[in-house]
C-alpha cells in the first residue's frame, strides 16, 4: 500500500505529523480491531426504497448468491456514508444523473457495515460531530471550539495526514469489489479507502466550498462544484500555516458546477414558472423547512412555524416541514407550538403517499402545514427533494442544499465552513445570505411575502445560472468517472 501521509501532493508533512498519524490509526486498532485480512463477500440487490426512481443496486457485505452481478460497462459505484444529511443527498443526485446517463449506480455506504472496523471508525467519528453540532448550540463552544475546527483544524494538511492513515482501516471493504468500476466519493473517505484498496477509477466529489485539506484523497481526481473553492485547492491555500505549499496537478483538480439530480435540473424552468404564477394569483406562499441529521435548528424553525401561523390561517402562507428520521423534532414542535394542530397534516412513514402528495403539489392547491417524517434514511433525505420542486422557499442551513436550484432563505450556519455556502449562493443570485439570528430570518420572510421582486430575481437568476451549465455537476462527475475508466482500460 502506498505511503500517502507523509507527502500531500509535494508536500512533505514532518516527522511529527506523520508520527501522529500512525498514532491516530493504532488508538483506532485498539478500540475496533483490524479487518485487513478478512475477505468480506460482496452481494448486490436493488435498494428497496430509491431503486426504482433513481436506479440504485446497493452493494452489501454478505453470504449468499447474489441476485445481481456487476455490470463492467455501465456499472458505476457511489461511495458515501451517513454523516448528517448531505452526503447521502450528493450520493443521490450522482445516482440520479448516472440513472439519467444510461448508467447503473450501485450505493456502497462505508457506514452501513457494522460488522467491519470500516464502520466503527466511522460511526465513531460521526457520533462525536453529531455531537459537536447539537453542543454548537452553546454560544461559547461554538466559538471556542466547533467553528475553528470546522475552519481551521480540517483546514490543515496534517489533519489529512491522520485521515489518511485512518482510512487504511476501511479499505478491506472494497477488497471483492471489481477494481475497474469506476469510484464516486461523495465523502473524502469512501475516496481514500477505495485509492487505498486499489480501486482505479476514482472521483473524490468535494461537497464543500471552503477548501480543507480533509478533503484530499490523492490519487483520485477531485471535482469542486464552485470557482473560488477551485483557486483554494488549486494552490492549498492556507492549509501549511502561513507556508506557500505546492500546488495541486491540474489533472487532479476540476470544477463542474453544482451537484444537482436530473429531476430538478430538468424541470428548473416548468418549476419556476410554476412559483412566479402561484405569487401572480396571490396563492399561499409555499415555505420548506428542511431539518438536517443533527437538528441543530429546531429552535430557528419553531420561531418560523409561529411567525408564519397567522398567515397560514389566513391562506396567504403555508409550510412544508421535513423533519427527516427524527420524529422527535415534530413531537417536540408540537409540544412548543399547540397551536399547529388545527392546520397541521402528518405525512409519516407512508412514501408512496408523500411522492404522490410532492405530485400533485405541482399543479394543485396546498394550505396549511404538511410535516414528514420517514424512518428509513434514504426516504427521509429524498422526501426534501420530491418537495422541493413545488417549493416557493426553500428553508436552511447554507449545507449542500445551498447549491439547489431553488430560491433559498439561509438560516445560523452549523459550522464556519457552511458561511460559503451562503456566501456563493448570494453571488448566484439563487440565495439570501445567511440570517445568523431569528430577528433577520423572520424579516428575509417579511420580503419574500411582501412583493414578487425577490422571489422573481431568484427565479430570473436560476434560469440564467442553468443555461451556462451551472447546475451540471453531477453529470459532469460521472463523465468524468466514466472517461476515467475508458482511460485506464
Known sequence: MEEKSKVIFGNVMSDKVYKSAVKSKKKFIKKFGDDSNVDYPIYIQKNEHIGDSLGVYDILLKEGDSPEEFDHEKGIIVGNIRMGFGHYRISMAMASAAKAMGYIPYWMDLNGYPQTTCTKVISAQNDLYSLGSRLSKNALFNKLVWEPTNYETFRQLKYNASDQKNAELMAPVYRNVPKDIPVIGTHVWPAQAAIHAGMKNVVNAIPDNWPMALHFAEGSVHTIQCKNAYMG????????????????????????????????????????????????????????????????????????????????????????????????????????????????????????????????????????????????????????????????????????????????????????????????????????????????????????????????????SIRLNKSVGLYDGAYKVVEIAMGLKEKNK
Open 233 to 460: 485547492y488549486l494552490i492549498c491555500n492556507g492549509m501549511n500555516g502561513d507556508e506557500v505549499c505546492k500546488e495541486m496537478p491540474n489533472e487532479d483538480l476540476v470544477y463542474t458546477g453544482h451537484y444537482i439530480d436530473h429531476e430538478l435540473v430538468s424541470n428548473i424552468e416548468a418549476d419556476c414558472d410554476a412559483r412566479m404564477a402561484r405569487k401572480a394569483k396571490g396563492a399561499p406562499m409555499r415555505f420548506l423547512l428542511t431539518i438536517g441529521g443533527a437538528g441543530a435548528q429546531k429552535e430557528i424553525f419553531a420561531a418560523i412555524i409561529k411567525y408564519l401561523l397567522p398567515m397560514i390561517k389566513d391562506n396567504k402562507a403555508a409550510l412544508y416541514v421535513n423533519v427527516g428520521d427524527y420524529k422527535n423534532v415534530w413531537d417536540d414542535l408540537s409540544k412548543d407550538i399547540p397551536e399547529m394542530a388545527g392546520v397541521a397534516t402528518e405525512h409519516f412513514n407512508e412514501f408512496e403517499a408523500t411522492t404522490k402528495f410532492a405530485e400533485e403539489a405541482l399543479t394543485g392547491e396546498v394550505t396549511g402545514i404538511h410535516a414528514f417524517y420517514h424512518e428509513n434514511i434514504f426516504e427521509a433525505v429524498y422526501c426534501t427533494n420530491l418537495l422541493m420542486r413545488s417549493a416557493d422557499v426553500l428553508v436552511t442551513k447554507p449545507s449542500e442544499l445551498a447549491f439547489y436550484p431553488v430560491p433559498k432563505l439561509f438560516i445560523k450556519r452549523v459550522g464556519k465552513h457552511e458561511m460559503w455556502g451562503a456566501i456563493h449562493s448570494a453571488e448566484m443570485g439563487d440565495g439570501t445570505l445567511e440570517c445568523r439570528d431569528i430577528p433577520h430570518t423572520l424579516q428575509m420572510i417579511d420580503i419574500f411575502m411582501k412583493d414578487d421582486k425577490l422571489l422573481g430575481e431568484m427565479c430570473d
